[in-house]
């Protein structure tokens, strides 16, 4: 008798009937119901109903200055953060919206522009997440922006979007030690200095190829 191989670490396609959307409300983004017969592996199935704010497509950037090994982050104001924790001037990545029609690279260099006021010379693809699935469709897809460091203005922003924003760069070291002590509770800020950390010795490589391509 053969052993059973266990199962694959991996996400799948669900066998669901789904039914929808219906608007709630269309605010910044729409917020739907939809309503959904989902159906197990034993054959037994469950009726839900599950409400989503759809967020689509998002890019994240972490900038950095491999001449200097400095990583380039803002610092900007969020409601949701000053609600939940009081700490409302938040560490951040920059990222924003994929707009309909754009190629994400496009998008990570836009998004770049607008909140550093750098444009990188190059962007290289880091990793794909859903950063809440039960509350919202969003989709991110993170990539590091090689720029400099030296030319970051003071202030930057999207004006058009009551957007401002506070670039600086730091060393990696003290941004790891950062994110390790619990100091900024960014999600993907925490997620790209992990990617970072775990690829920082082969991010010559990475950038080499890159530019070679």
């Not at 001449?67 to 700490?87: C, E, K, N, P, S």
């Given at each position: 008798?053969?052993?059973?191989e266990?199962?694959?670490?991996?996400?799948?396609?669900?066998?669901?009937?789904?039914?929808?959307p219906?608007?709630?409300?269309?605010?910044?983004?729409?917020?739907?119901?939809?309503?959904?017969?989902l159906?197990?592996?034993?054959g037994?199935?469950d009726?839900q109903?599950r409400?989503?704010v759809?967020?689509?497509?998002?890019?994240?950037?972490?900038?950095?200055?491999?001449?200097?090994?400095?990583?380039?982050?803002?610092?900007?104001?969020?409601?949701?953060?000053?609600?939940?924790?009081?700490?409302?001037?938040?560490?951040?990545i920059?990222?924003?919206?994929v707009e309909?029609?754009?190629?994400?690279?496009?998008?990570?260099?836009r998004?770049?522009?607008?909140?550093?006021?750098?444009?990188?010379r190059?962007?290289?693809?880091?990793?794909t997440?859903?950063?809440?699935?039960?509350?919202?469709?969003?989709?991110?897809l993170m990539y590091?922006?090689?720029?400099?460091?030296?030319?970051?203005?003071?202030r930057a922003?999207?004006?058009?979007?009551?957007?401002?924003?506070?670039?600086?760069?730091v060393?990696v070291?003290?941004?790891?030690?950062?994110?390790?002590q619990g100091?900024?509770?960014?999600g993907?800020?925490?997620?790209?200095l992990?990617?970072?950390?775990?690829?920082?010795?082969?991010?010559?490589?990475?950038?080499?190829?890159?530019?070679?391509?």
């Amino acid at each position: 008798m053969t052993k059973a191989e266990p199962p694959l670490m991996e996400d799948r396609p669900a066998r669901v009937d789904v039914e929808g959307p219906e608007l709630l409300a269309k605010g910044f983004r729409p917020y739907e119901r939809y309503r959904l017969v989902l159906h197990h592996d034993d054959g037994t199935c469950d009726a839900q109903v599950r409400d989503i704010v759809r967020g689509g497509r998002v890019v994240g950037v972490l900038g950095y200055d491999p001449g200097r090994d400095l990583v380039v982050l803002i610092r900007q104001f969020r409601l949701t953060a000053h609600l939940a924790q009081g700490r409302g001037e938040l560490v951040e990545i920059v990222a924003g919206l994929v707009e309909e029609g754009e190629d994400p690279e496009a998008a990570a260099v836009r998004e770049c522009v607008e909140e550093t006021g750098v444009e990188p010379r190059l962007v290289l693809p880091m990793l794909t997440f859903t950063p809440t699935p039960g509350v919202t469709d969003e989709f991110a897809l993170m990539y590091l922006g090689i720029l400099d460091a030296g030319a970051l203005p003071a202030r930057a922003g999207a004006r058009h979007e009551t957007e401002m924003t506070q670039p600086f760069a730091v060393p990696v070291d003290e941004a790891l030690a950062a994110i390790a002590q619990g100091r900024c509770i960014n999600g993907f800020l925490i997620i790209a200095l992990q990617w970072l950390a775990l690829n920082r010795a082969h991010l010559p490589e990475l950038i080499a190829a890159a530019e070679r391509s």
